[in-house]
Every structure is written in C-alpha cells, then in structure tokens.
C-alpha cells in the first residue's frame, strides 16, 4: 500500500516555471514505477511522464518533451515533475500514480494509486 500526495500547483503566465511534487508513504517506494497524467474536464486522463523504480528510465507525452522532466528522490520517497515553458493548454489537474514494477507504465490503467491531484493554471 501507498498513499500519495501531490504539491506545487498553482497558477503561473505563459512561459513560466513549476515544480509539482508527490509525497509517497509506504517503505517501499523505491520499489515502484511512479507517473505523471493530468486531465481538464470532460476529457480523459492522459499520461504526462513517467519514470522507472530507479529512475534510469523515463517517458514524456509528445506534447512535454523538451519542457517537462520527471525525477525522483528514493530517499525522500518524492517524485518531482520540474514544467518549464507552460503553455495555456498545458492547463489541468496534474495527478501523480504509482504502482510496483520495473519499468516504465504510460498507461493509466497500469497504475494501482492515485493521489488526489493539484490543480496547474497557465494563463495567457
């Protein structure tokens, strides 16, 4: 079991910078392969970023490639999504996942935990 909280949402101009954050409990977080996805209403979830449970992998949605970079910190049972350059349309609820494997999961279905997400605002 793993419980997972995210922070560092907020609202920020074309351009700017944010760094979202998910807390993880459980000591077995570095067992697990930790994800991204967002989602604006009326659309489904859609994966972001992912990365493995040691972090030598990693994943971007097309559409982050280049501006977003996921990482984790094993010993502080955080993974981080560092967004730059944000975009309006990268406006959504931001949810972490987790879910024990080796590899790296692109797919929502693929993940057992969920965090309760932190809203992202980019204005124009």
């Known amino acids: 079991q793993v419980q997972l909280v995210e922070s560092g949402g907020g609202l920020v101009q074309t351009g700017g910078s944010l760094r979202l954050s998910c807390a993880a409990s459980?000591?077995?977080?570095?067992?697990?392969?930790m994800g991204w996805f967002r989602q604006v209403p009326g659309k489904e979830r859609e994966f972001v970023a992912a990365?493995?449970?040691?972090?030598?992998?990693?994943a971007y949605a097309e559409s982050v490639k280049g501006r977003f970079t996921i990482s984790r910190d094993n010993a502080k049972n955080t993974v981080y999504l560092q967004m730059n350059s944000l975009k309006p349309e990268d406006t959504a609820v931001y949810y972490c996942?987790?879910?024990?494997?080796?590899?790296?999961?692109?797919?929502?279905?693929?993940?057992?935990?969920w965090g309760q997400g932190t809203q992202v605002t980019v204005s124009s």
């Open positions: 996942a987790a879910n024990p494997a080796i590899g790296v999961l692109t797919t929502a279905n693929l993940y057992g935990y």
């Open positions: 459980g000591r077995t977080f570095s067992s697990y392969a």
């Open positions: 990365i493995s449970w040691t972090g030598g992998n990693t």
